[in-house]
């Protein structure tokens, strides 16, 4: 009986690999991806690969880790556009945003307007402030200017992603509550002289009440006493001086964020300037 089984199984399996041709394998079932657009798009050309490889994935940890689009567009020119409908359109209309209110924040820079632009949309409107985009900005627009684009989208996603953590506690960082700015590479040395000016200065002064015979500052102390008799004296007045301070102006802006209307019909906030 078994011999006869054998048969008919090797029958069927010639006649079934007989249907496929010769050199053909079995499909394998691969699971799609999930069709997020890239999060880092550089038309521009400004980063290497593996500067682009190492951004892109940072962009995407963040993104995930925190349900926030967190994206980065460079481009060579935009043909005359708007630096803000330009980077709000592409938002829109890229399929960008996480969450039910589509939260994300782009970065646009062009390279032939030397542009840039910070659109923000759904929670990430709140989450980035007027006020703590300017902060931002002024982290990294320096190695934007230089050249330095690589350090200048690093420190733009860092600082992402800190500030959607603080957004989290309930008290995104604006006016009055902004982070503390990194000192300067010349804090270091400029603290140095500085205590060592007043090192010398100490010790001299210290040197100098050692001295058991100096000038004195003043003419009454080389003068006997009793060897003066004032027989009149008088009070002239010579000069009086004003002191005035400025009345603080009252500032009527409190912080938060402002926000526009794209073609699309979306929310968006953002800023923007040249570098």
């Given at each position: 009986m078994k011999k006869k089984i054998i048969p008919l199984f090797l029958a069927a399996a010639v006649s079934v690999s007989g249907l496929l041709p010769i050199g053909a394998v079995q499909p394998v079932t691969v699971l799609a991806e999930s069709g997020?657009?890239?999060?880092?798009?550089?038309?521009?050309?400004?980063?290497?690969?593996?500067?682009a490889l190492e951004l892109e994935s940072k962009l995407d940890?963040?993104?995930q880790e925190y349900d926030c689009d967190v994206v980065i567009l460079t481009e060579e020119t935009i043909n005359g556009a708007e630096p803000m409908d330009y980077a709000d359109d592409y938002f829109d209309y890229e399929g960008y945003g996480m969450g039910e209110?589509?939260?994300?924040?782009?970065?646009?820079?062009?390279?032939?307007?030397?542009?840039?632009?910070?659109?923000?949309?759904?929670?990430?409107?709140?989450?980035?402030?007027?006020?703590?985009?300017?902060y931002m900005v002024e982290q990294f627009q320096s190695d934007l200017s230089d050249g330095y684009y690589y350090d200048s989208f690093t420190t733009f996603a860092d600082l992402c992603q800190e500030f959607i953590v603080q957004a989290q506690t309930g008290e995104p960082f604006d006016k009055g509550n902004l982070p503390e700015k990194p000192l300067s590479p010349w804090a270091l040395p400029i603290s140095i002289g500085i205590g060592l000016v007043i090192a010398l200065i100490i010790t001299g002064i210290m040197r100098g009440q050692m001295k058991t015979v100096r000038m004195k500052p003043d003419a009454a102390d080389?003068?006997?006493?009793?060897?003066?008799q004032i027989t009149r004296s008088n009070d002239v007045f010579l000069y009086h001086q004003v002191t005035k301070t400025a009345k603080p102006k009252d500032d009527d802006s409190g912080g938060g964020s402002s926000v526009?209307?794209?073609?699309?019909?979306?929310t968006h906030g953002g800023s923007g300037g040249s570098f």
């Open positions: 997020h657009p890239a999060r880092l798009v550089d038309n521009a050309g400004l980063l290497d690969e593996d500067e940890e963040i993104s209110d589509n939260s994300g924040i782009l970065f646009l820079i062009t390279m032939s307007e030397r542009k840039w632009w910070i659109s923000t949309h759904g929670e990430a409107i709140y989450d980035f402030t007027d006020a703590g985009q300017e080389y003068m006997v006493n009793g060897s003066l526009h209307t794209s073609s699309s019909g979306e």
